[in-house]
């Protein structure tokens, strides 16, 4: 069942922490590596979802702040009960944060929800200090071009949540 991506997630959110997703597992295995040193550090995980990496982030020692648009995502996310963490309910391209707030600032799949990727990195640009990081991860163009779905099973129903493939143009400036 096609769905939109606010309600894609809410629904997802369910059992979004208990389905393999392997996706994310190569992510993490590829991308964790390549993190800083994160103790005493700002980070900030935008489209943060269940806070799969704030979590990560506050077990390195991290101060954690954690944004999404999706209430049941965040919900989920309070319950981990991450040190020196916070979590706010907001969209990815007018985030509440002051400027130059994160040394490290990572969003994790969410650009192909977004009308355009140069929206979201001018806002994760604007939250990251100077000489700050971000890291911006998504699924290729060529793997959805190659049928790949943002789809998920739940309650025995399968839902594909509308993404867009923007082309890798779009991520550069």
Not at 26 to 46: H, Y
Not at 73 to 86: C, D, E, H, K, V
Not at 93 to 114: E, H, N, R, S
Request: hydrophobic share 45%.
């Amino acid at each position: 069942m096609q769905i939109g991506v606010q309600e894609g997630h809410a629904i997802w959110s369910a059992v979004y922490d208990d389905t393999p997703n392997p996706l994310l597992e190569l992510e993490e295995r590829t991308v964790l590596p390549w993190l800083p040193r994160l103790t005493g550090r700002t980070f900030v995980d935008v489209a943060c979802g269940t806070g799969r990496l704030a979590g990560f982030a506050a077990q390195q020692g991290a101060y954690v702040f954690g944004a999404d648009f999706c209430a049941p995502m965040l919900a989920r996310a309070a319950m981990g009960n991450f040190a020196r963490s916070r979590f706010v309910q907001a969209d990815a391209i007018q985030l509440p944060f002051p400027d130059a707030l994160a040394d490290f600032t990572v969003c994790a799949f969410a650009a192909g929800y977004m009308n355009s990727p140069a929206q979201l990195i001018a806002e994760l640009a604007r939250i990251t200090a100077p000489g700050g990081h971000i890291l911006l991860t998504d699924i290729h163009p060529i793997a959805i071009a190659s049928g790949w779905r943002r789809s998920f099973q739940c309650a025995g129903e399968v839902y594909e949540i509308d993404n867009r493939a923007h082309p890798i143009g779009g991520y550069l400036f």
